[in-house]
């Protein structure tokens, strides 16, 4: 297989390496708009030719992923057009797929492109944040047409397969419904709820000098790339306008509740809220990914966090993350630690428990 890659950042370099370490023999091109990424990328052994604009290497693609941001797609469409042949699939990253959909067909191009959308990410961007198991477990959702083959469908449903993910074939402007509300719409209210922290915050900044615990959990996606957001919003901006709607109106019925000091409505939001977030299963790396997490009471003293993090390494406990929380009101606990798979949590808990640390888990 030849594939293609325009854009190199989180989603396209992470794609490149995830078929790099599955198929070592397939040949891959890659186009990045910065000459440090294409270099990054060709010392990395990621792609084996790398350019900064589309020409003749991409001819003999079979494959070729979109990856740059949505807008950006559409005109690159354009550029591959006269450059591809015509048995090459196009398919996209993009987070809305109707107005690629409609340029595509407007292009003369349908019958090459199939839609997609892989369902993980992470508040960082660019090629360094990249890794070749960013989509594992994640949904990637397809968008063919009636327009498209069979066997392009089965391809594109098998390079996905290649990666871990778990392939979803949905029409795409469901898909875009979809994602405005379990996705589009969580971005906008955190960064909203940023930005009234920020202006009305004191002039000793104290909201944001204790802001921690549960502030940070629903607010990390506002450090998402204010481009790709931006362009996220202006090509979905129907369904999420409809969407935002619906939730502005159900926070005036939380307001209501709250000022009538309604505790009936009240209990009813959260434990509502609570047991259906508690059935949304766990395996997809999308906005509600799972975190395999302890919390543990610590002393402050010299050497405290290197105890732990040595006793974890003595018993083979390998530590995704670890930080100090300053908020024990919400985490009963100061030190978080995080670890790749649930047995692991499961195994620190039991140690760090049978040697007298007090440990909480959410």
């Known amino acids: 297989m030849n594939i293609g890659f325009i854009g190199l950042g989180l989603i396209g370099g992470s794609i490149a390496k995830g078929l790099r370490k599955v198929h070592p023999d397939w040949h891959m091109v890659g186009l990045a708009r910065s000459e440090q990424t294409v270099r990054a990328a060709l010392e990395e052994k990621v792609i084996d030719e790398g350019c900064l604009q589309v020409d003749r290497r991409f001819s003999g693609c079979d494959m070729i992923f979109l990856c740059a941001p949505v807008e950006h797609n559409i005109g690159y469409l354009e550029q591959l057009k006269p450059v591809i042949s015509t048995h090459c699939i196009i398919t996209d990253v993009g987070s809305t797929k109707t107005e690629t959909h409609l340029a595509a067909a407007r292009l003369g191009m349908e019958s090459q492109f199939i839609g997609g ?37 089965e391809l594109c449903l098998s390079v996905i397969k290649d990666l871990n993910a778990l392939p979803l074939v949905l029409d795409y402007e469901e898909h875009d419904y979809i994602v405005a509300t379990i996705s589009h719409l969580p971005h906008l209210i955190a ?58 109106q159900s926070m005036e019925d939380i ?26 299963p766990d395996q997809s790396k999308g906005l509600l990914k799972k975190e395999h997490s302890i919390y543990c009471d610590l002393l402050d003293r010299a050497g405290a966090i290197a105890t732990v993090a040595t006793m974890l390494a003595a018993h083979q406990i390998s530590i995704k993350n670890i930080g100090i929380i300053h908020n024990r009101a919400f985490e009963q606990g100061v030190l978080k630690v995080e670890f790749y798979t649930q047995e692991a949590a499961d195994e620190a808990e039991e140690l760090l428990t049978r040697c007298q640390y007090t440990v909480y888990k959410r």
């Open 191 to 248: 960064a909203g709820l940023v930005n009234l922290v920020k202006d009305n915050d004191n002039q000793n900044q104290t909201m944001k000098q204790i802001a921690a615990g549960g502030f940070k959990d629903i607010t990390r996606i506002a450090s998402s790339s204010p481009e790709m957001w931006q362009q996220i919003c202006t090509t979905n901006s129907k369904n999420i306008g409809k969407i935002l709607r619906l939730y502005i």
């Open 117 to 153: 959308h892989p369902m993980a990410g992470s508040e960082r961007s660019g090629f360094a944040f990249s890794t070749d198991h960013l989509l594992e477990n994640a949904w990637y959702v397809l968008t063919p047409t009636e327009a498209n083959t069979k066997e392009q469908t």
């Open 255 to 280: 307001l209501s509740a709250v000022e009538n000091e309604d505790g009936e409505k009240i209990y009813g939001l959260f434990d509502t809220s609570g047991t259906y977030r508690d059935s949304i």
